[in-house]
């Protein structure tokens, strides 16, 4: 091997190192930090973990909006027209926020089975259901039909 | 009528393009000259009838024609004359015009700008524009139209703008972004140029460079633009989400500078040929990817709005035929590109070759946390999202490595250097950089913390090896301001790039640990405090803006009992939309902001909920990003790119 063809050798090595290194790590990370999706029915059936964040999506039932009187904090029930999961979350709800409304919640479940929100999501358009939940709710028809 | 002639140009504007894309290809691969001589021409031609289809739109708008759907879905007879225009690129079609449009303006500027260029390169470069611009125009003609009519019964009145878009927002940072993500197609042109050509050699890289820096500059004021956006306009005080959308526009930004650097190197040494054509065809496939996940509504993203799965095929198609194509060339062609010099382990090449690979490293992570869910999707694995904790865990301990050696390859030599040359130069700056980031959490903060530690370190590093290296320019010279003017303004964009990237370092490392924020409830005269700031709620009153009725609320800020500023934070009803809008109300500053939202009305007592937040220093991030835009817009104007055409390799 000629020195030129040597030191091209190391330097390819030492690319292939360094990106299995990093594509390890992230792969890593990644599995660390990953939020599964979870819809109602999953949650009733006692799929989902307790003390692992994850996401829930629905719609909002009507009428199931409770806020507290003197903090932030409100309770509302998802529900994928055959389950529903309570959710708590303190804090300002997200403007797109509507009875009715398909949106996402971020958080865990706690022992008594009430899903503990840290943060709401409600999309731009309010005709968009995030897919997740549109997929979630076509499985539950065809299930139904 | 208007709109008919719109879409007839749009349709002439193709037959241009598709020429371009064949004739002066055709001609260059032929050697026949009147062929390649075509290329000018019809760059102009394309230009004037996407112009004239812009136009034609435009007019819609500005007119109130809600005969055209997409006037009618986006626009208001109520709605401001400026945002009115705006909306042109408010949807999926208008935007996609846009893009054809600036891609357009491009290739003219390429066949005007382009004096020094062989007319076989120049006619290659807009030939590939062509092939590019062909796609797209058939995409915008085929799925996306937006001249089509309601006809024969049409709307009375426009279903409106989204609110979250009727902003001063929404007038810059799209096209900014735009003619960041397309300018990267010249780069991708000059490289597919390269590649059909054989011809790789210090001029090719010299007349890409502007076109590359230019492009770059743009794509991070366009980033820096949204990331600031997003903090006023959605009411919550974040900056960076991680999301899909703002992540797609990133990564072409992360493999972008790399391609600039590595750039850089191949016009003064000759090496990484084969490495920067394949970083500028990815970054392209990386603009071109983006736009699919925008557009596509693939991913759930906040910027995901109702989209269409055939609109995401179409741009998907074209994603893998550009990706495909080009790499294809690449393994046929790349192998005969030959490097002209050599350089030692320890050398400035080596370091920048490093830097690359960190920021190279860093995209494909930033990549591989946006496509995940999308694989485990397809794998059937179940409904994931990756959260920001993993960007968050990846991009601290890759960017502190980024900005270390940084500072060394500013400090190390061409060809070789040695360490103990190195270590003469960096002691100072690394003993400096030291003490600052291990003084100042004592003394802004209330103790040691790492992680202001390690932003403030790095900083400070990058400033202050900047700064001697500036510094060591002067050493031989005895008068000043003629060293000053002597330094090229690429050295001076350089400088300022490298500072920006400091200040948003130290932006972020304050803003994500100082930031105080509290959500309250707060009745007519309830006071609470933050970072030493009391804010006074004074009540809420109806206002009535130009489509919209608010609530809006007076919070009386007082600072150790001295009167800072009163906001007025409004909660907007969009009466066209029926949709509700936070508008929060930020009293800005160097070092600090103060920022409130209202929430939604609480009880009977006109009582709110409001949303208190404190961030120092987070203005920083912008000023850093602009900065780093303005170096890259600054390298464009040296003299070196205006003479005229020399092919021979100058070596630096």
Known sequence: ?145 | MIPELGEFALILALGFSFILATIPLYGAATLNALWMDYAKPLAKAQFTFLLISFMCLAYAFANDDFSVQYVANHSNSQLPMQFKLSAIWGGHEGSLLLWAFILSGWTLAVSLFSRGLPLDMLARVLGVMGIIATGFISFLLWTSSPFLRYLPRFPADGADLNPLLQDFGLIVHPPMLYMGYVGFSVAFAFAIAALLSGRLDAAWARWSRPWTNIAWAFLGAGITLGSWWAYYELGWGGWWFWDPVENASLMPWLVGTALIHSLAVTEKRGVFKSWTLLLAIFAFSLSLLGTFLVRSGVLTSVHAFASDPERGFFILVLLLLTIGGSLTLYAFKAPNVKSESSFGWLSREMLLLINNVFLVVMAITVLLGTLYPLLIDALGSGKISVGPPYFNALFVPIMSLLALSMGISGAARWRQTSISGLKKQLLVPAIISLVVGLVFPFIYGDGFNFRVFLGITISTWIIATTAKEFKDKFRNTNSITAKLSQLTLSYYGMMLAHLGVAVVAIGITLVSTYSEERDMRMAPGDKIELADYQFEFKGAKKVKGANFTADEGTIVITLEGEPVVTLYPQKRHYTVKRSMMTEASIDPGLFRDLYLAMGEPLGNDGAWAIRVHYKPYVRWLWLGGLLMALGGLLTVFDKRYRSKSSSEVAHA
């Open chain 1, 1 to 145: 091997m000629t020195p030129k063809r040597q030191k091209r050798l190391y330097i390819i090595l030492a690319i292939v190192f360094g990106t299995s290194l990093a594509v390890g790590l992230t792969m890593y990370a990644l599995n660390q930090n990953i939020n599964l999706f979870y819809s109602a029915s999953q949650i009733a059936n006692g799929e989902a973990p307790t003390d692992a964040r994850m996401r829930v999506g629905g719609m909002v039932v009507d009428g199931s909006l409770k806020r507290s009187t003197d903090s932030l904090r409100v309770s509302f029930e998802l529900t994928d027209y055959e389950n529903t999961v309570k959710v708590v979350f303190t804090g300002i709800l997200p403007d797109l926020f509507r009875e009715g409304q398909g949106i996402i919640a971020q958080g865990k479940m706690d022992a008594q089975g009430v899903f503990q929100a840290d943060e709401v999501l409600a999309k731009h358009d309010e005709n968009y259901m995030p897919p997740e939940i549109a997929e979630s709710m076509k499985a539950k028809k065809e299930v139904a039909q």
